[in-house]
T-cell receptor, first 114, second 113 residues
C-alpha cells in the first residue's frame, strides 16, 4: 500500500459528460502528479501540483483541468469526454525532502467513456 | 512523448530463471527508476539509480546504467511466479522545473510455473 488513495476505482460515463477524479497524497507529501495510461499512448504525465500551486504541465488536454486544495488532496476534472479519453488515470505523490523523482502511485481510476 | 523504450516488449521465462529487461532513453537524466505494475493496478517503485551510479542492487534486483549509451538494464534473479507483471523504466530530469516522470512502454514479464 503506497499510502496514496484515489476515488472512484471505476467510472463509466458517456461522451460529452464531465467527471471528477479525486486523489489524496501520502501524509506529508506536498507534490501531486497526474498520469494517464492508455494502450496506445502508454503512461503520460499530465500535470503536477506542489503545495496548492500548479508546477508543471505535461500532455494535458485543454478539456482537462486539475487543482490541489489546502488539505493537499487533488482533483482532476475531465470535460467534454470523448471515447479516446477512456484510460487508467493515476495520481502519484512525492516528498521533495526525499530523493528527487521517486513517486508513490495510487491504485488508479479506470475511466470508460461509452 | 516516450523518453524510455523498453526491450523486449514481452518476455516469458520459467520460474527460477533470470529475467533481463533493457531500457534506452534519449536525453540527459538526473536519475532513472524502474517500476512494476501488476495487471491494471498502480505502479510500485522498485529501484532508483542516479546518473553518477553505474550499478545498484536491491534484493533480487540488479540495475545497471550506462549514461554514455543512454541505456539501463534490470535483472531479476531467481524469478518467481509473483514477479509476473509489467516493468517500466522512468527517467527524471529536473531541468525546466517539471518533475513529472517520463515512462517507457514497458516490458510484460510472464513467469511460467
Amino acid at each position: 500500500d503506497s499510502g496514496v488513495t484515489q476515488t472512484p476505482k471505476h467510472l463509466i460515463t458517456a461522451t460529452g459528460q464531465r467527471v471528477t477524479l479525486r486523489c489524496s497524497p501520502r501524509s506529508g507529501d506536498l507534490s501531486v502528479y497526474w498520469y494517464q495510461q492508455s494502450l496506445d499512448q502508454g503512461l503520460q504525465f499530465l500535470i503536477q501540483y506542489y503545495n496548492g500551486e500548479e508546477r508543471a504541465k505535461g500532455n494535458i488536454l485543454e478539456r482537462f483541468s486539475a487543482q490541489q486544495f489546502p488539505d493537499l488532496h487533488s482533483e482532476l476534472n475531465l470535460s467534454s469526454l470523448e471515447l479516446g479519453d477512456s484510460a487508467l488515470y493515476f495520481c502519484a505523490s512525492s516528498d521533495i525532502a526525499g530523493t528527487p523523482g521517486t513517486q508513490y502511485f495510487g491504485p488508479g481510476t479506470r475511466l470508460t467513456v461509452l | 512523448s516516450q523518453q524510455g523504450e523498453e526491450d523486449p516488449q514481452a518476455l516469458s521465462i520459467q520460474e527460477g530463471e533470470n529475467a533481463t529487461m533493457n531500457c534506452s532513453y534519449k536525453t540527459s537524466i538526473n536519475n532513472l527508476q524502474w517500476y512494476r505494475q501488476n495487471s491494471g493496478r498502480g505502479l510500485v517503485h522498485l529501484i532508483l539509480i542516479r546518473s553518477n551510479e553505474r550499478e545498484k542492487h536491491s534484493g533480487r534486483l540488479r540495475v545497471t546504467l550506462d549514461t554514455s549509451k543512454k541505456s539501463s538494464s534490470l535483472l531479476i534473479t531467481a524469478s518467481r511466479a509473483a514477479d509476473t507483471a509489467s516493468y517500466f523504466c522512468a527517467t527524471y530530469n529536473s531541468g525546466g522545473g517539471a518533475d513529472g516522470l517520463t515512462f517507457g512502454k514497458g516490458t510484460h514479464l510472464i513467469i511460467q510455473p
